[in-house]
Structures are given as structure tokens and as C-alpha cells.
């Protein structure tokens, strides 16, 4: 069982930047593909980021390519998203998730365990 722990989220103004991250329970991190995905008002769970498991690759959805960047330290069994460039597109509740698997999970489903989520709001 992994249990993930999101923060980092707040309000910030269009323009502005976060920084999330998520901590890992599981000893075994470095197992895990992590992701990270985000689910804006009313809308369905999207995928946002994802990066191998010894970090070496990453993969963006198109709409955060350029602005959004997503890193791992497995010592510290954190995985990260920083933000930068905000836009009011970008409000949603952001999740990390763990996969156990050796190539990139892009699909809510492939996903084993997740984080509670924590909120991004971007003012215009």
C-alpha cells in the first residue's frame, strides 16, 4: 500500500507560479512510474504529467508543455510539479499518482494508488 500525500496549492495570480509536491509512503518509491493529473470544476480527472521511475524521462499533456515542469527525488520519495506561467485554465484539485509499471501511464486507470489532491486557483 503507498500513501500519497499532496501540497503546495493555493491562490496565485495569472502569470504567477506554484510549486507542488507529493510524498510517498512506499520504502519501494523508485517502483513507481508517478504522475501527476488534475481535475478542473465540473470536468472529468486529466492527466497533466508523468516521469519514469528513475527520472530520466517526462511527458506532458500539451497544455501545460513549456510551463509546467515535473521531477523525483527518490531519497526523499517526493515527486514534483512546478508550475510556472499560471493561467486561469490551470484552477483545478491536483492528484499524484503512483503505477507500478516500467513505462509511462497516461490513463487515470493504469494508475494503483492516489494522493487527496490539493487545490490550485489562479486569479485573472
Known amino acids: 500500500q503507498v500513501h500519497l500525500v499532496e501540497s503546495g496549492g493555493g491562490l496565485v495570480q495569472a502569470g504567477g507560479s506554484l510549486r507542488l509536491s507529493c510524498g510517498a509512503s512506499?520504502?519501494?518509491?523508485?517502483?513507481?512510474?508517478m504522475g501527476w493529473f488534475r481535475q478542473p470544476p465540473g470536468k472529468e480527472r486529466e492527466f497533466v504529467a508523468a516521469i519514469s521511475r528513475r527520472g530520466l524521462a517526462t511527458t506532458y499533456a500539451d497544455s501545460v508543455k513549456g510551463r509546467f515542469t515535473i521531477s523525483r527525488d527518490n531519497a526523499k520519495n517526493t515527486v514534483y510539479l512546478q508550475m510556472n506561467s499560471l493561467k486561469t485554465e490551470d484552477t483545478a484539485i491536483y492528484y499524484c499518482?503512483?503505477?507500478?509499471?516500467?513505462?509511462?501511464?497516461?490513463?487515470?486507470?493504469?494508475?494503483?494508488?492516489w494522493g487527496q489532491g490539493t487545490q490550485v486557483s489562479v486569479s485573472s
Open positions: 499518482g503512483a503505477a507500478q509499471r516500467t513505462t509511462f501511464a497516461t490513463m487515470t486507470h493504469e494508475y494503483d494508488y
Open positions: 512506499e520504502v519501494t518509491f523508485a517502483n513507481y512510474v
